[in-house]
């Protein structure tokens, strides 16, 4: 079973849930915002997917549920179960292992280049992309890398954009999973689409050919990765 923990009602897992359901895995899905607990028992879950949400890592007065997601992370790291985090998933997994979250010189919101690092060339998790390609991102904060966490990604504009902790912990401050209809819902969210808006839209439209053969890279590589970690049978 894949356990995904979203913390607003629009923010799932979009193509990672189509991913994995063809695979034959069961997702359970665990809506913070509407009071689901987290499992104390993680005996028979096979990898664990933080989604984004609109909130900050450190707005835990404001949203309860950060705090026990927090202490739940800081466990499944200790456990080594395979784990990707996306956008605030990603900010969740740096601080739970001792890095700051911050605001990030610019917000990021529409198509954006990241390129691969180093390590990131090297990285299970993105073998079978080029060294840079195109995402979507909408955020406002940056995480930096814990002591001992390995740097993934970069952009020019925010420089820390992925990062793996131990062996099997992962967070993309970018976003893979989307589609043109959850672009256009978050656009919704804020109100009547904008110009701006729109070319986002039609971006996708001109990339999303290649946008949805390096997401099913990176999930069949998250797949591999799960099949090498401590995961149930």
């Known amino acids: 079973m894949i356990l995904v923990i979203k913390h607003v009602s629009h923010e799932g897992p979009g193509t990672i849930e189509n991913f994995f359901k063809k695979e034959g895995f069961d997702l359970k899905t665990v809506e913070l915002s509407k009071g689901n607990p987290l499992p104390s028992d993680l005996s028979q879950i096979n990898a664990v ?18 705090k026990e997601e927090d202490v739940f992370l800081k466990k499944v790291i200790k456990e080594e179960i395979p784990f ?7 900010q969740l997994l740096a601080k739970a292992a001792g890095a700051k979250v911050t605001k990030a010189p610019k917000s990021e919101i529409g198509w954006f280049k990241v390129g691969l690092t180093h390590n990131g060339k090297k990285d299970p998790l993105f073998q079978g992309l080029g060294e840079d390609f195109e995402v979507f991102q909408w955020h406002g904060d940056i995480f930096a890398i814990p002591s001992g966490g390995k740097h993934l990604a970069e952009a020019a504009g925010c420089r820390n954009q992925a990062l793996r902790v131990g ?13 043109r209809d959850i672009i256009e819902d978050w656009l919704k969210q804020e109100g009547p689409i ?18 949805k053969r390096n997401a099913d890279t990176i999930y069949g590589n998250f797949l591999k990765i799960m099949a090498a970690g401590k995961v149930a049978v």
């Open 167 to 179: 062996r099997f912990a992962y967070g993309l401050q970018f976003h893979i999973e989307v589609t």
């Open 194 to 211: 904008t110009k701006e808006g729109r070319k986002m839209l039609d971006e996708y439209q001109k990339v999303e050919g290649k946008f």
């Open 84 to 90: 990707l985090g996306v956008c605030l998933g990603s």
């Open 49 to 66: 997917i933080s989604m984004g949400g609109p909130m900050n890592v450190y707005e835990e007065d404001k949203y309860s549920f950060l």
